[in-house]
């Protein structure tokens, strides 16, 4: 009986497994996560059993997570997952060892080879520091070659050169660790702390010194740690209510920094003239979240402070060597270094302007994965910027470092009043009615032939206006698609409170006679899709659950979806009428 209950369970266990690959593969993050949760242990033990050393051994699995997610999509056999994934962890853990030669492990770099100095690639810091251990471990005969010794000697002051860049006891535990070859082990017992803790000091500094070499390469500066002047200076942001800030952070971080300068502005208003009270995006594979960021982030920044009569300056980016969040609305980005040289003198700038920064922050409190924020202030002694973020009222701090490893770099500053502000910002009856004018048509436009912005990436794809709504409806009753829930919550949510905001946008359209009417049956109607969408968001909250929707449950969606459509339809055709009238 104990047997056939085991396999009942093995069985179970083995279908589970095969449906959260099937969604990780989807692009599922949080059911990939649940399918490393379940494996981890297992992999770190296999690891560790063939390094010996339980601090390598998370270091591997690690680095097997990422090339397992980064290459999920090329397992065929999705039952296959456990053995495909032990098989990256051994190859990652026999490529330590490979690098570890007879020792076996991971030892101070000491191991990293056997080539001469000739094969050193002096802009690859891995390559010097590879370089350098190996010669300090054959000190005693490469005495006996002249120009071994000069080269040795060069290595030497080619990473004393860099070593400014850290603060004294990183220096210290880095020249233990290369220069005196000692193990993490003889270090944390000469500074009585944890092995693991100098590991992690030796991994900080070899990412502070490859900025440091990066720098030097480029004729830059040198970072001096923080010896030379420093600065400190925090805005004073006015005070942000959270039952006024807005779901879309894109327009409620513009709204932020518009307040800061002393412009202030009705979200309803913002939201309606940036268009993004209108938008509705669904990605063609399943209900992720990733859609409602997927738009023109310069072309749709630049236009809307434009039309707010504001000039402004963007900074953006993308890492060469960090997997890419939100894809298809970076992709068309400059690849750009991972140094404070290349963002924080743009933050430092606007911030002393008196003028808080526009940032995308890949690294907000949950729920969010990633959101808009404003950074209103930097603190270099402390190497830090201070950051808004909707989950906490009183913000938090990113580091220095935090900013400059962003794998999306995208900052935006305002740098004043356009020339032809008093006709871009209006003030009169007229020119009001114009800007709603165009904000109607806008919407139309939208619901009817969707978004122009269209990711480069194959397949990436995704639907927008009206048509995005039997894309979501879709995704709900496909049997081949399994809905993301943590994606329909996010969706739901922000979509009920968008469809609000134009409500009120159209409610205050300045028209007059049969469009005002018009307008009006349309604001009304975009309340009723409201209030569906919120009924959606209801059912599926927007909370962190791997829990998969039932399918009685997916109907019941499916259903507030359809209500929401043929409202929002109805909506569509009142401001077409009143586009007529105007």
Known sequence: MKAENAKRDEIEQGEWNYRLVERAQQGDTEAFGELIERHRSKARGLAERITGDPHMADDIVQDALIRAFLHLGSLVDTSRFLPWFHRIVRNQANMRLRRGGPHGREMPFTSLGAGDGARVDWDDLDSILHHLARTAADATLSDLDPAESLLRKEVYETIHALLHCLTPKEREIFRAYFFRQLSPEEIA??????????????????????????????????????????????????????????????????????????????????????????????SNQTTFADS?????????????????????????????????????????????????????????????????????????????????????????????????????????????????????RFAAGIDGILQKAAEARPSGESELRQQAERTVRFAVDYARHGCDYHPMTAYLRYTSGLAAYDRWMGHLRSSHVIPNRYGIGQLSAVYAETKRYASLYLRSAPFEGEAKRLTLLASDAYEQAAEAMGQLSLCVPFVRSSEMLPPEMREICAGYLNQAKEFETAAIGYMEKALTFI
């Not at 480029?218 to 420093?230: A, S, Y």
């Open 292 to 408: 409602i960021y997927i738009f023109d982030w310069r072309g749709a920044l630049r236009t809307f402070l434009e039309g707010l009569g504001y000039q402004i300056t963007i900074l953006c980016g993308q890492l060469s060597d960090s997997p890419i969040p939100l894809l298809g609305a970076v992709e068309r980005f400059p690849v750009v270094l991972p140094i404070e040289e290349s963002i924080l003198p743009f933050i430092r700038k606007y911030i002393d302007l008196g003028k808080p920064v526009l940032y995308f922050d890949t690294m907000p409190a949950k729920p969010y994965v990633h959101e808009w924020s404003v950074i209103y202030g930097y603190d270099d002694e402390r190497r830090i910027v201070y950051v808004t973020d909707q989950m906490l009222p009183e913000g938090r701090t990113l580091s220095y470092d935090d900013v400059a490893d962003n794998p999306v």
């Open 189 to 282: 017992s000469m500074y009585r702390m944890s092995t693991g803790s100098i590991y992690t000091y030796i991994h900080r500094t070899r990412q502070k010194l490859r900025k440091e070499h990066i720098r030097v390469s480029l004729g830059l500066v040198p970072d001096k740690g923080g010896c030379g002047l420093t600065k400190h200076n925090v805005l004073q942001l006015p005070d942000w209510q959270a039952h006024s800030t807005v779901k879309t952070t894109f327009v409620d971080s513009v709204r932020r920094m518009l307040a800061t300068v002393g412009d202030y502005r009705e979200p309803a208003a913002l939201m309606g003239i940036s268009g993004f009270a209108f938008r509705m995006k669904i």
